[in-house]
């Protein structure tokens, strides 16, 4: 078994806890990605011009809640068919804006540990290993599902 269904359940009860405040999480989400990483900022082109994580910023929030719902939906995907399941096209196009927009394997690594902390974050008594584990794992098929099509690009 890949994915068990304690998984399954422990990553979509912690999405529905950190989904009821999104500009909270989706700030926090990149603030931590900014202190592991700060030369990643460059990269987003809605931090490139400012000195700081800008407040509600549409792209941003956009580009927090694809994470953690994407990586929610390949939780599931994985209980149920033992593997990722997302549509061509869609890997196809997020290997594509990734490539382009310069991301590199290791920041992969970096998304990962801000995902963690903000899980810590909002989650707070409700964290544990095995809440980390499964989101862990959910997110690592994830990110090597969209870099391996980053390197078909390559
Ligand atoms: C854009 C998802 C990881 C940097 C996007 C878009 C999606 C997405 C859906 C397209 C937004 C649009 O429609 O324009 C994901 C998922 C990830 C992930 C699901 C991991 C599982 C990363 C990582 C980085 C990154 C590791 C680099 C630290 C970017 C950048 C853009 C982008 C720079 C262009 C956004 C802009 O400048 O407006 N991502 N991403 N992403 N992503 Fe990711």
Known sequence: ?????????LV??????????IPKYSLHFFS???EIAPAAKD???FLRDTDEVPHNNPKLKAHAVKVFKMTCETAIQLREKGKVVVADTTLQYLGSVHFKSGVLDPHFEVVKE??????????????NEEVEGAWSKAYD????AIKAE???ED
Do not use: P
Not at 12 to 21: A, F, G, M, R, Y
């Open 1 to 9: 078994i890949v994915f068990t269904e304690k998984q399954e359940a």
């Open 12 to 21: 979509k009860e912690s999405w529905e806890i950190l989904k009821q405040d």
């Open 32 to 34: 931590q990605i900014l």
């Open 43 to 45: 990269m987003f082109s």
């Open 114 to 127: 801000a995902l963690v902390r903000t899980l810590k974050e909002g989650l707070g008594e409700k964290y």
């Open 141 to 144: 098929h994830l990110a090597l």
């Open 150 to 152: 980053m390197k078909q």
